[in-house]
């Protein structure tokens, strides 16, 4: 009985000690006012008030042991050094709230990171990392994980027993495969993946009801989660250069989204769901596989559309009156057709590299068109119906087999700059030439009468003429 009592008495004893030299943590605004010192000898002459340690960019190749001895420590930061591991007393700072060891040589975390219980903020970005510790599912408080720029295969089994993680980064490591665990991570907002090796998205990550932003650029995936439109708060989503050969029907859920980057990918075609994206304001898909021209009449508040470099022959706009840019060079397309007051506020169009063998057929007056950009196609002659296009500042119908150019082309009142180089043309009309705000003209390439190319150059001083 009396050696239960001493042996209670002595544990008693040391729980007091401990108390005395590991304070209560301080609040966030303590913290704000609280002193940063820069110096650790300077720190140590104060160790029971020094709550935050700075010793970053001081050419440091390790930390000394007697860190230990700051025991109300809550932010370390010893970024842009020569360290290459930590020590390991580091880990019995168990205020520590923040640290942020990036920039630096460190190859590995040791698994005593879990004894780091009411850290907050972890930020070992740009170091040699190659796999994070099992130990860090032990850090149930940390909220913002950044692992950014290392060589990182794999994240542990238990990232989900961080229930409080609202920030992952992991861009640019080499990871593969993401744990299943990481649809329990219920707080997170951010995530970031781009310029990994990913291959799949386990289906646990449509849980994530609160994820606002998911980056998966430049990864391997050839498919997402049958289930992605879940996630319905997410407002940003990037998923150019990956290997995805479609969408998932229930993409047309995320309705916050307003800017879809799919391009450099195996697209073949767009769910019809695509349309329910009501707020999409952007949508690139160049550098795909498209064979038909998707449907997206009802993206009412479409602004900018990308299809370069895809496979399509037949075009025609319905809908889509707020769009201002039309992206659609360098496919197979035969024909375009503007379906009545559709595209009516378009500024910037641009169909080179195509099939076209006459420009675009529109039954009403494009009164907003600025840019038309038809170089290399299959175009004849430039036809009355050019006259719809009456705010054209930019013209560019050079390497087709164009020989003749009506005169309504003289009707361009507000034309700035007019290509017709490396065509069939003999003569144009001169109204063309006297155009008020014609600038910029490029005639080379065709086979003028000399006679007329003297009348061009007479015709209005201080054009740029090449003819």
């Given at each position: 009985m ?5 042996a ?39 160790k ?7 010793l ?111 920030n ?12 299943d ?10 995530l970031?993946?781009?310029?990994n090796?990913?291959?799949?998205l ?75 994206l ?62 009545g ?29 600025k840019?038309?950009n ?75 009468y ?8 007479k ?9």
């Open positions: 009396m050696i239960r009592k001493i209670l008495f002595i544990v008693g004893i040391i729980i007091a000690i401990n108390a005395v030299g590991q304070g209560k943590i301080k609040s966030k605004e303590y913290l704000s006012k609280a002193k940063t010192y820069y110096d650790l000898k300077e720190a140590l002459q104060y029971r008030s020094v709550y935050k340690l700075n970053e960019s001081q050419k440091l190749t390790e930390i000394s042991s007697k860190i230990a001895k700051l025991k109300n420590l809550q932010e370390l930061t010893i970024a842009y050094n020569d360290i290459e591991s930590l020590p390991p007393e580091i880990f019995n700072l168990t205020n520590l709230q923040k640290l942020i060891i990036k920039n630096n040589r460190i190859k590995s975390i040791p698994e005593d990171i879990g004894k780091l219980v009411n850290l907050e903020l972890l930020d070992c970005v740009q170091n040699n990392l190659t796999t994070l510790p099992d130990g860090i599912a032990k850090c149930v408080n940390i909220k913002e994980l950044k692992l950014a720029e290392n060589q990182i295969s794999r994240l542990p089994e238990g990232i989900g027993e961080l229930k409080n993680l609202v992952l980064d992991a861009f640019s490591n080499n990871i593969e495969i993401i744990p665990g990481i649809g329990n991570c219920s707080k997170l907002e951010y970031d993946l781009d310029w090796k990913i291959i799949e386990p289906a646990s990550i449509c849980r994530l009801q609160k994820l606002r932003e998911l980056r998966l650029e430049k990864n391997n995936l050839s498919v997402l989660p049958r289930a992605i439109g879940d996630l319905q708060m997410l407002s940003q989503i990037k998923l150019q250069n990956n290997n995805l050969t479609k969408l998932p029907e229930s993409f047309g859920k995320l309705k916050l989204i307003t800017n879809l980057n799919l391009e450099k990918n195996k697209l073949t075609e767009l769910p019809i769901t695509i349309s329910q009501a707020d999409l304001r952007q949508l690139n898909v160049s550098n795909n596989k498209l064979a038909i021209f998707p449907l997206l009449k009802d993206l009412s508040s479409l602004e900018e559309l990308n299809l370069s470099s895809n496979s399509l022959v037949d075009v025609k706009f319905e809908g889509m009156n707020n769009l201002k840019s039309a992206d659609l060079s360098i496919n197979k397309i035969v024909k375009v057709e503007i379906a007051e559709s595209i009516r506020n378009i500024e910037f169009l641009d169909l080179e590299m195509n099939k076209l063998k006459s420009f675009p057929s529109s039954s009403t007056v494009l009164l907003e068109l840019t038309l038809l170089a290399q196609n299959e175009i004849n002659s430039i036809e009355q119906n050019i006259s719809n296009f009456k705010a054209l500042k930019e013209l560019n119908a050079s390497d087709n087999h164009i020989g003749q150019i009506s005169r309504n082309v003289g009707k361009l009142v507000e034309l700035e700059i007019l290509s017709l180089a490396n065509n069939k043309i003999l003569l144009i009309p001169m109204e063309i030439v006297r155009l008020p705000k014609l600038k910029e003209l490029y005639l080379d390439g065709n086979k003028m000399s006679w007329h190319i003297k009348q061009i150059k015709a209005k001083k201080g054009l740029k003429l090449d003819i």
